[in-house]
Nanobody, 121 residues
Framework: QAQLVESGGGLVQPGGSLKLSCAASGSIFSINNMGWYRQAPGKQREWVATVSSGGHTNYADSVKGRFTISRDNAKNTVYLQMDSLEPEDTAVYYC???????????????WGQGTQVTVSS
């Protein structure tokens, strides 16, 4: 099994920045896409951004131009740099990895435990 451990959440004022990190560990053979999702109170979980193993990125329209996703394949780690934060960005942020376990021929999704991001003055 794999573990995804997130860090970097916290309280920030509107217009501020935060950087989230998520490190995957365990019996991992390879990782395909890695991404971030978020869930605000009373709302469904929504997709934020994805980065492929080759570095290709995609963003939700709501964060495009403000958030930057990146990854370090050697460290099995994905990052989310969040700039120009708005109160609407307040949510629990979850990382996701589509990975292949050692000895397996299929890919499966693994999730982190979530980290709280609060944007408030």
């Amino acid at each position: 099994q794999a573990q995804l451990v997130e860090s970097g959440g916290g309280l920030v004022q509107p217009g501020g920045s935060l950087k989230l990190s998520c490190a995957a560990s365990g019996s991992i053979f390879s990782i395909n896409n890695m991404g971030w999702y978020r869930q605000a109170p009373g709302k469904q979980r929504e997709w934020v951004a994805t980065v492929s193993s080759g570095g290709h990125t995609n963003y939700a329209d709501s964060v495009k131009g403000r958030f930057t996703i990146s990854r370090d394949n050697a460290k099995n780690t994905v990052y989310l740099q969040m700039d120009s934060l708005e109160p609407e960005d307040t949510a629990v942020y979850y990382c996701n990895a589509r990975l292949q376990y050692t000895g397996s021929v299929v890919f499966s999704d693994s999730w982190g435990q979530g980290t709280q991001v609060t944007v408030s003055s």
